[in-house]
């Protein structure tokens, strides 16, 4: 393996996906594209598939964050899962100056599990949150 691609994050909304990621946490917009046709059927198995996707890094060559829209197929509105079951928990990212951040998004209402905090061994600073649609985000500012 070469590296990890992106992460793909399936939501609801794109607006509200964008105010959060893009204006709160200062990820960049990579790129757009709205996809339908043969291709994008065929490798996700589906019939008429139509997807807006933007694509947000924190900067040009890091690892990104894929927001995918399905128009087609409508979303199935399903329990989110807690940090303690088996698969993908949630989205660790590093950011600089996470008090600032937390502030931030405590004002503008994110559910936190507790405030940052200073890892056992003193070298990072830690909090998960969760995103609009209730997907967990591990913050991590290195110290």
């Known amino acids: ?79 989110k899962i807690s940090l303690f079951e088996p698969g993908f928990t949630h989205i660790a990212l590093t950011v600089k100056n996470l008090d600032e951040i937390y502030l931030r998004l405590k004002n503008s209402k994110t559910e936190f599990n507790s405030i940052p905090t200073i890892s056992s061994n003193g070298t990072l600073k830690v909090v998960f949150c969760k995103d609009f649609e209730g997907n967990y985000l591990e913050l991590i500012e290195e110290i």
């Open 1 to 79: 393996m070469e590296n990890i691609r992106h992460l793909g994050l399936v939501v609801s909304n794109m607006e509200k996906a964008l105010k959060f990621y893009q204006d709160l946490l200062g990820l960049h917009v990579q790129g757009k594209t709205d996809e339908n046709g043969e291709f994008i059927s065929t490798v996700l198995s589906s019939q008429n598939i139509k997807v807006k996707t933007v694509k947000l890094s924190a900067d040009d060559n890091s690892t990104r964050l894929e927001l995918l829209q399905f128009e087609n197929p409508k979303i199935n509105q399903t329990k």
